[in-house]
């Protein structure tokens, strides 16, 4: 079988050291107290390195960033942070090389379950070979790992039998890279310029689309120390940001946004506020964050109603527009939607819940079965440190971590009202209009479509489907009270 061998760190991906992904571990994981940790000790392990002692660093920084910590914790990140980071490293000159053959495997120096999801799912690896973390029996990491670095080599020899690798891929500089290399048939190092066959079937990693936590950039010692400095100057920022938007009339907003470094680009242009002779129209938006709506308002000059269906109860206090909570029950949300709209204008986000890559999720047809007044609108955002949205953490801090960052940005594109005969009244499926719009919003945002929900997304960042469940007070009431009625029955029973 044609088979290849490569190592992960300065070979597919185009940086050697691992460091800056333990800190996304540290901060993920645990928080901001161990991510200070660790980057407190990057010059001790920078020191260990150039004393020749490559596997200390590499195992303080492993310690420091997961002793204590649940390995469903460490997997959760694995899972949901860590490939987005892995992704926009990947050496696809690298990548060509390593996906034209047939069995591949992925040798790394990084625990092997911060490595496994991604190069198993996006690089297409059969087998993934890294060090062991050890674990106590209630599931908590030591810090050690079971496997000594150098005896991946033997590990990669056993995993092959008999046979020798065929091609091997890695830094003969890097202790590593040379005896990995010294096992295959063929070699093959950086840079891998004109190294490639069959350039015509090249295809690329499978994409990440759905990503969780909160660092927008990957964390290197200097970008770590710099969010570590802004953190309290930018919780400061976030508390006078919030409170003048919540002081402040909606049509002040957009004159003032400049003054606290926020900007917002405006493109199109928006439609009429409704009016006896004209009525209300439902504002079809791409969904980034929280804030979507909340911008939206801003730019129109006046408060208009949002849909939301797992927005926190804080978010709702804070929110300076009025808020209708959907219930995932179709013909309850179908009567909410209809009256609002009576009223006049209302924005819903019909994929459901937010996306942060370039890609559209598939949007319920809902929207398209209540109104024939559509106006689509293309929303898309840019954050320097934070990203506003979570699928895993405390969706509480969503607004307060979009307002920590120093420059937000917002663009909002207007399109026009769709035409009668692109809606359901024509006679089109709620369905057919749903795709028409989803399109339409994909094209000036440079958006691919996609038919993932948002099932798919918390399916692939927290294990779940997404789905929260609705219960009103009066349900909550009755359900203790039948509980109660059980115990006491139970009791009779014992009595009696």
């Known amino acids: 079988m044609d088979s290849i061998v490569s190592e992960l760190e300065g070979t597919l991906l185009r940086n050697p050291d691992p460091f800056s992904y333990f800190m996304l571990v540290a901060f993920e994981a645990s928080g901001l107290i161990r991510f200070g940790l660790l980057l407190m000790l990057w010059p001790v392990i920078r020191v260990l390195e150039k004393c020749g002692r490559k596997d200390g660093g590499l195992k303080l920084s492993i310690f420091v960033a997961t002793a204590g910590l649940r390995v469903s914790e460490i997997e959760s990140v694995a899972r949901a942070v860590l490939p987005k980071f892995y992704m926009d490293d990947v050496d696809m000159e690298a990548w060509r090389v390593f996906s034209s053959r047939e069995k591949r495997v992925v040798v ?51 995993l092959f039998g008999n046979e020798q ?133 801003s730019v129109l000059q006046r408060r208009v109603p949002a849909v939301t269906y797992s927005i926190s109860r804080i978010s709702e206090i804070l929110s300076p527009i009025p808020t209708v909570r959907l219930t995932r029950i179709r013909h309850v949300d179908a009567e909410n939607i209809k009256r609002e709209l009576a009223k006049g204008d209302l924005v819903v986000c019909p994929e459901g819940t937010t996306c942060r890559e370039p890609f559209l999720l598939r949007f319920s047809a809902l929207f398209a079965e209540l109104t024939d007044r559509i106006v689509p609108v293309a929303m898309n955002y840019r954050v320097g440190f934070f990203h506003a949205t979570t699928a895993r953490g405390w969706k509480a801090l969503d607004p307060i971590f979009f307002f920590m960052n120093p420059r937000p940005v917002y663009e909002i594109t207007f399109l026009t009202q769709l035409p009668h005969e692109a809606t359901c009244s024509s006679g089109k499926s709620p369905y057919d209009v749903a795709n028409y719009v989803q399109s339409l919003l994909a094209a000036p945002l440079g958006f691919e479509c996609t038919n993932f929900t948002r099932k798919d997304k918390y399916r692939v960042l927290a294990g779940t489907d997404g789905t929260v469940d609705y219960t009103t007070n009066a349900d909550r009431m009755k359900k203790s009270v039948s509980a109660f009625k059980k115990v006491v029955s139970t009791f009779k029973l014992f009595i009696h």
């Open 108 to 158: 790394t120096k990084m625990p092997t379950v911060m490595v496994e999801r991604f190069a198993r799912d996006h690089l297409r690896a059969d087998d993934v070979i890294g060090s062991e973390l050890v674990s106590n029996r209630f599931g908590f990491v030591i810090g050690f790992v079971r496997d000594d670095f150098g005896s991946v080599c033997g590990r990669v020899a056993s």
């Open 165 to 297: 690798p065929g091609l091997g891929m890695g830094r003969p500089e890097s202790e590593s890279g040379s005896s990995l290399l010294s096992i295959c048939k063929e070699e093959c190092h950086p840079p891998f310029i004109n190294n490639t066959r069959n350039k015509q079937q090249f295809i690329r990693p499978l994409p990440v689309i759905f990503h969780d936590g909160r660092l927008v950039k990957r964390p290197t010692p200097s970008t770590a120390l710099l969010i570590l400095l802004w953190i309290p100057i930018g919780i400061i920022v976030a508390t006078i940001r919030i409170v003048v938007g919540l002081i402040l009339p909606m049509w002040a907003i957009p004159h003032v946004c400049g003054i606290f470094g926020g900007k917002v680009i405006v493109k199109g242009k928006p439609p009429p506020a409704p009016s006896s002779s004209n009525s209300g129209v439902l504002f079809v938006c791409t969904h980034r964050t929280l804030m979507d709506p909340v911008v939206l308002s």
